[in-house]
């Protein structure tokens, strides 16, 4: 039986995360878990899964979440605040954590948890774009494995296994398109949160779902790619599969293509990240190929995603700039969601944050660069956004900067 610490417990990777253990209660089992704010699911959580310890990132409502719990025997160790999450990514016999927590938050835990020598399963992508520098050399010093958990990574990773060293040529990410992805660029100026929070395909959070609108998820999955599987970046390329059954494809030194497919569902990635390298019967969906219909890919439009084109050039860079882009990000997609900016201000935005940086680029960073790097970048993101406050919430014409960019 597996022992697995889950960081991000009441989100969708942290939820389904859950599905699969009470679905195999044989094969694991849960030591510890954390949550972001929400008490009363996360009480439900200990309840159910009883861990050994538990925290909830946001400190003030540790006694929310004792008091919710106080009649359990035996009680876990509860724990607030950022330093609890990092306590819980340590702590104890797990052998594996899976890392849900979204955003840039999810680093320390992380690298807490590699240098505690447990497994590291995946699923916070802003971990390895941010901090992959600091990352990759821990995770060959601790002697760790990092598997990744969601489903384009997955998709690679399922795809390279038997293929020998130096075998791997080239990597094509699919990309369903997002919300956007039948949309004619003009339209873009009229966007509104509503809109962007519609995916096609997929049931996500927020954040994620505006990232797929703009394209910048892909671009971001980009850089990961880089610092998961070694590539460069011109041997990664982006294609629109609006239905979402090719989860990703590689290329072979021969040219041969081989391609991972099966029906949108996040908990296969996942639990293959917990079970690798074995296989594990699920009575979940068999993909039937003729139901699925014909499968269609089309090429990037640049124009209409041009955050795709910053995230290259920030992977391209190196050093600190994919900190500063996964940075700006966030904090353009909070603005955006919370009606401070437009639809089209989020690449505009980390544009020029990432151009106020690029004569300080360090090649070498360290975590402390990092974490500092990334609290500059979200007070640049609220100084730029200033001088658009007086500009009309939605105009007619596409801004030079994202042109410029596409």
């Known amino acids: 039986m597996k022992a697995i610490t889950l960081l991000g417990s009441t989100g969708s990777i942290g939820t389904q995360t859950l599905d699969i253990v009470a679905n195999h209660p044989d094969r694991f089992r849960i030591v510890g878990l954390a949550a972001g704010r929400n008490v009363e699911m996360l009480a439900q959580q200990i309840r159910e899964f009883r861990p050994q310890i538990a925290a909830i990132c946001v400190a003030e409502k540790l006694p929310e979440l004792k008091a919710a719990i106080a009649d359990l025997d035996p009680q876990p160790i509860l724990l607030g605040g950022e330093s609890g999450v990092v306590e819980v990514a340590r702590y104890g016999d797990a052998e594996a954590v899976v890392t849900g927590i979204v955003g840039c938050a999810g680093l320390l835990p992380t690298i807490a948890a ?27 010093k601790h002697g760790v494995k990092l598997l990744p958990a969601d489903s384009e990574h997955s998709a690679i990773f399922q795809c390279l296994q038997g293929v020998p060293e130096g075998g791997l040529r080239r990597i094509l990410l699919t990309a369903s398109g997002g919300a956007f992805r039948d949309w004619p660029v003009e339209k873009l100026a009229t966007v509104k949160v509503a809109d962007a929070l519609k995916h096609p395909n997929w049931s ?29 970046y011109d041997n990664i390329d982006i294609v629109i599969h609006p239905q979402s059954i090719i989860h990703s494809l590689i290329e072979l030194q021969d040219t041969s293509v081989l391609a991972q497919l099966g029906w949108p569902d996040m908990r296969l990635p996942l639990l293959y990240a917990l079970s690798w390298p074995e296989r594990i019967y699920t009575d979940w969906q068999q993909l039937d190929l003729v139901k699925a219909g014909d ?8 124009d209409k995603y041009p ?3 910053l995230a290259y050039a920030a992977g391209r860079a190196g050093g600190v700039m994919p900190a500063v882009l996964n940075a700006a990000n966030e904090q353009a997609v ?16 980390i544009e020029q944050v990432c151009d106020r940086h ?31 406050e007086n500009r009309p919430i939605y105009t007619e014409v596409v801004p030079e900067a994202t042109a410029k960019a596409g």
């Open 358 to 388: 690029q004569t300080e680029n360090n090649p070498t960073p360290s975590l402390e660069e990092i974490i500092a790097v990334d609290k500059w970048a979200r007070k640049a993101v609220l100084e730029v956004s200033e001088t658009l």
């Open 204 to 232: 996500m959070g927020q954040k994620i779902t505006v990232d797929s609108a703009t394209l910048m998820n892909k671009g971001l999955e980009v850089i990961e790619a880089h610092y998961l599987f070694g590539m460069d």
């Open 307 to 309: 955050c795709m084109e």
């Open 295 to 302: 499968l269609t890919f089309r090429e990037p439009d640049r």
């Open 334 to 349: 909070e603005l955006f969601l919370e009606e401070k900016i437009t639809f089209l201000d989020i690449p505009r935005v």
């Open 114 to 140: 590699i240098e505690a020598g447990k497994d590291i399963a995946l699923a916070n992508k802003e971990t390895l774009i941010a901090g992959g520098p600091v990352v990759n050399p821990l995770i060959e």
